[in-house]
């Protein structure tokens, strides 16, 4: 019983430390006004999630990691020319979402 709750803990610190850095992500390219497509604690297929605004928000059944979708990341996103494209702003703003 013990090596099951140790496990558990440990999955749950883990995904506590995902979140806080995926969420330093998410925090900074919102300041630097760049536009957020998808916010995701977690990998494989979603649980849970919901739109809100321009982001959609996602719990999925791995806990092993996550990510900060942004606009512009990829070609498959939409309009890498959006005016709220990770590509378009300053190199600083740029820079800063992509590294936080």
């Known amino acids: 019983m013990s090596v099951f709750i140790t ?3 440990a ?3 883990f995904g506590a430390v995902i979140a806080i850095h995926e969420f ?3 925090a900074m390219a919102k ?3 760049v536009q957020v497509n998808e ?3 977690g990998m494989g297929p979603a649980i849970w999630h919901r ?3 321009e982001t959609e928000y996602s719990f999925r059944i791995l806990p ?3 990510y900060c979708a942004m606009e512009g990341e990829d070609e ?3 309009n890498t020319r959006s005016p709220r494209s990770i590509l378009v702003g300053t190199p600083k703003s740029s820079i800063r979402a992509m590294v936080s």
């Open 64 to 66: 092993i990691g996550g």
């Open 11 to 13: 999955l749950l610190i």
């Open 31 to 33: 300041l630097c006004g």
């Open 39 to 41: 916010f995701s604690i």
């Open 51 to 53: 739109q809100k605004g």
């Open 24 to 26: 330093g992500h998410f």
């Open 7 to 9: 496990f558990a803990a």
């Open 76 to 78: 498959d996103t939409g």
